[in-house]
């Protein structure tokens, strides 16, 4: 299968058409966004690192029960997966405080909380991606009722969960997330988009060392590095 028209293009991914309506390619982009589009850089190789380390969670997560878009990899920057009407909720989960939950709320950087967060965001770059409650999301239509945002929520959390204890077993610590959701052909709600260090925060579990985005934002450098010993610890658990 290959690619035929440019469908979308965002800040990590172009998604182009295939042959076939049912199907999408995804090509993974050596871009770097930060602070909503302010801060932009290219690391090259990032792209192909995102696409190989999405491919193994999503296939993980498959085995799981989890319902995803995900088909195969077709090489190191593409990817084929399932066409799939875009929910624009971003889905936010959240196991121990930082960023912009430490930034807004004023809780201690680095604390556990006392329960795994989900917060979701309007998935909007004019509007700078806004803060939502369960009312925001009907008043917008985004979902058909909320038994749909309780299932998201259910959803998000079984996965927080597998993905938990996927990485304790890298020793890496799952620290928060953005997760993306869409309606497959048979109006299923399914897990979309990517599962990579650009949206996942990962700390080194012995050194608390940042092995994600944080490395760009907070301009640490060896972001390349980090996304490489991800990729190389999830490789080496599967042998």
């Known amino acids: 299968m290959t690619k035929t028209t ?4 965002g800040k990590a991914k172009k998604i ?18 930060a602070f909503n589009g ?3 850089a290219v690391e090259e190789g990032k792209g192909a690192l995102n696409n190989k380390i999405s491919a193994q969670l999503f296939e993980y997560l498959e085995k799981k029960g989890i319902s995803t878009h995900f088909v195969k990899m077709i090489d190191d920057n593409h990817m ?19 960023g912009s939950l430490s930034r807004n ?4 950087d680095g604390e556990v909380l006392p329960f ?6 309007y998935k909007n770059d004019e509007l700078g991606d806004p803060k939502l409650n369960d009312q925001h999301c009907l008043i917008l239509n985004l979902v058909k009722d909320e038994s749909e945002l309780d299932y998201i929520r259910y959803i998000a959390r079984k996965i927080n ?9 890298l020793n890496l610590t799952l ?39 944080d490395r760009f934002r907070q301009g640490l450098g060896g972001l390349k590095v980090a996304y490489e010993e991800v990729l190389n610890r999830i490789l080496g658990s599967n042998k």
Not at 6 to 9: H, K, T
Not at 17 to 29: A, C, G, V
Not at 80 to 98: D, F, G, P, Q, Y
Not at 161 to 169: E, G, M, N, S
């Open 175 to 213: 620290v928060d997330f953005k997760l993306e959701f869409g309606r497959d052909v048979n109006n299923n709600i399914i897990l979309i988009d990517e599962l990579s260090p650009d949206n996942f925060r990962l700390w080194d579990s012995a050194t608390g060392e940042k092995m994600d985005k």
């Open 16 to 33: 182009w058409k295939t042959e076939d309506e049912n199907f999408l390619i995804s090509e993974f982009k050596d871009e770097l966004t």
């Open 105 to 108: 709320l004023g809780i201690k």
């Open 38 to 40: 302010e801060k932009k």
């Open 6 to 9: 440019l469908l979308y293009e």
């Open 161 to 169: 969960v597998l993905l938990k204890d996927f990485y304790a077993k």
């Open 80 to 98: 084929l997966h399932k066409k799939a009407e875009v929910i624009k909720i971003e889905v936010i989960v959240r196991n121990i405080a930082t």
């Open 116 to 121: 795994t967060l989900v917060e979701f965001d």
